[in-house]
């Protein structure tokens, strides 16, 4: 294809757009929160498992232990446990003395934990890690424990809310591809009724269906890719100006590639390329043989 036929296919295809700008534009925004949506999930995906992994790592677990009882009893009786590999008592001063570097410039905050009634816990390692969830059952039933916490109850926590995220955020990604896809279909018909006496004189005058064709599939094509290419460039907005930070400011737990973001970017946009073009080849699939 020529330089003029290029010319020619992107002023046509303005011309056709600026017909039914309504229709384009509704289009083109409901693609672009279609795909906007699926790339907030697969970043929100991409979070979720680097924060399971860090958690995962943290094996040991904290048992909280009731003020009536005795820690250093329990932590002795502990201590003597097959399974045990490590235990260590941290006391309400201790965990205060840990939590002070989270509240730097902020020390007001930490008054509210200062005046709580924090109790006692007791830090326990393993020596299988595999078993963490069998033993924390266990010894959650032992007297003077009041909470058993370990890193896997959170992860599988988070693996349960990011699971019914997914599931309502595809659940409302298809409805909207659907409409977006239904606006695009709306578009091209539109187009083509009204460029209907146009369409019979070239086809009159020895054009090729295709080429006559091709014409709206392209008009498709551009509503969606304009539609996804703002979404890549929203996602890449969100990707620097709030995951970026939290990496920054959590970097043993997240480990974002920027790499990997760019090859998203660039999935997104194809997929709504896809979607407007896949809609405009429905859309003409037989009006062109029956103008």
Not at 18 to 26: K, S
Not at 70 to 90: C, G, M, P, R
Not at 148 to 168: K, M
Request: with cysteine.
């Amino acid at each position: 294809m020529n330089r003029q036929s290029c010319m020619y296919m992107l002023r046509d295809a303005r011309e056709g757009i600026q017909r039914n700008i309504g229709a384009a534009a509704a289009a083109a925004v409901l693609i672009f929160v279609a795909v906007l949506i699926a790339g907030i999930l697969l970043l929100g995906r991409f979070g979720v498992g680097d924060l399971m992994g860090y958690l995962e790592s943290q094996v040991a677990m904290k048992l909280y232990v009731d003020p009536a009882a005795d820690t250093k009893a329990i932590a002795a009786i502990l201590q003597e446990k097959s399974f045990v590999q490590s235990v260590e008592i941290e006391t309400k001063a201790q965990m205060l003395e840990r939590l002070a570097g989270f509240f730097a410039g902020r020390e007001h905050l930490l008054v509210s934990f200062q005046e709580s009634q924090i109790p006692d816990a007791i830090r326990l390692e393993l020596r299988d890690k595999t078993q963490i969830k069998l033993v924390a059952e266990q010894l959650q039933t032992m007297n003077g424990i009041t909470k058993v916490v370990y890193p896997q109850e959170f992860a599988e926590t988070i693996l349960r809310w990011s699971a019914q995220l997914n599931q309502y955020g595809l659940g409302l990604l298809l409805g909207l591809g659907a409409l977006a896809f239904g606006m695009v279909f709306i578009a091209m018909n539109l187009a083509m009724y009204q460029r209907q006496q146009e369409i019979r004189v070239r086809l009159l005058l020895g054009a090729n269906p295709w080429h006559v064709r091709g014409q709206f599939l392209f008009e498709g094509w551009l509503i969606g890719f304009v539609g996804s290419l703002l979404a890549a460039v929203a996602i890449y907005w969100l990707f620097s100006g709030m995951l970026l930070p939290l990496q920054k400011q959590f970097p043993l737990v997240f480990h974002f590639s920027q790499q990997l973001v760019y090859e998203m970017m660039g999935g997104m946009a194809l997929a709504g390329s896809l979607l407007g073009l896949s809609a405009s080849y429905a859309s003409t699939r037989k009006l062109i043989n029956h103008a």
